[in-house]
C-alpha cells in the first residue's frame, strides 16, 4: 500500500470532510441533530452539547491538531446519545487513524452502523476498508467493500469514492491469494475514471503484479 502511496491517497479524500466547513443545518446523522423548539411561529434549531464538541473537533482535524481534536472526540463521546454515538466513534475511528494508531482507530469504527443516510457514510467505506486491510482481516474488508460497491455502481455522486473501494479490494484479493480477482478490481477502477489520481495509482499496483 505504501509503494503507491495509497495511505496518502484515500487521507487525502478523507480530509476534505473535515475541511468542509461548519454545516448550515442539521443533518440526518445524530451527532449533529439538534433539538427543535417550537416557538409558535417558527421551528428553531438549538445545537446539542455534542453537536459543538464534533465541529469543535472537525475543526481542529481540518488544523492538524490531532491529539486536541481526539480529546475533543472523547468529551464528545460522554455527551453523545444513543443516535449521535456513531459520528462520535467515526471520529474517534478517523482520528486514532491519523495518529497511526490502527488497532485502536478499527475498534472504534466497529461500533459505527452502516447506515447509508450518514454524512459520513461514504468515508466510513474508505476508512473502514483500509483499516480492515492493514489489520489482516482480508476476508471482512472483501465482504465490506464488494457490498459498498455493489450498493453505490450506479451512483455518480460517489464515482470516486467507488474507484477506491475497488483499488482497495484488490489488496484483499491479494492478501488472499486471489490475484486474478485482484488485477480484474485494479482494471475496474481504471475504467471508473482513467485520468484520476487513483487510476495513476491502480496502473501503478498492476504493473507490479
Known amino acids: 500500500m505504501s509503494s503507491i502511496g495509497l495511505g496518502n491517497l484515500i487521507a487525502g479524500k478523507l480530509i476534505n470532510m473535515v475541511k468542509e466547513g461548519e454545516r448550515d443545518q442539521p443533518s440526518a446523522v445524530g451527532g449533529v441533530r439538534a433539538a427543535e423548539i417550537d ?52 471520529y474517534l475511528g478517523y482520528t486514532y487513524d491519523l495518529l497511526g494508531q490502527t488497532a485502536s482507530a478499527l475498534r472504534n469504527i466497529s461500533y459505527v452502523e452502516a447506515d447509508n443516510t450518514y454524512d459520513f457514510y461514504h468515508d466510513l467505506a474508505l476508512l473502514k476498508g483500509k483499516l480492515l ?38 489488496f484483499a484479493y491479494s492478501g488472499m491469494g486471489r490475484d486474478s ?29
Open 133 to 170: 486491510i492493514e489489520t489482516f482481516d482480508y476476508e471482512e474488508a472483501l465482504g465490506w467493500l464488494n457490498s459498498y460497491i455493489k450498493e453505490n455502481k450506479s451512483n455518480n455522486s460517489v464515482r470516486d469514492t467507488v474507484q477506491t473501494a475497488h483499488l482497495l479490494s484488490s
Open 181 to 209: 480477482n485482484a488485477r480484474n478490481a485494479l482494471s475496474e477502477s481504471i475504467e471508473l475514471d482513467p485520468s484520476s489520481e487513483t487510476a495513476s495509482a491502480a496502473r501503478k499496483l498492476l504493473n507490479q503484479m
Open 39 to 90: 416557538t409558535g411561529d417558527e421551528i428553531e434549531w438549538i445545537s446539542s452539547e455534542t453537536t459543538e464538541l464534533i465541529e469543535t473537533g472537525r475543526n481542529l482535524l481540518a488544523q492538524g491538531k490531532n491529539d486536541s481534536a481526539l480529546s475533543v472526540f472523547e468529551e464528545a463521546l460522554d455527551f453523545a446519545d444513543f443516535e449521535e454515538e456513531s459520528e462520535v466513534y467515526f
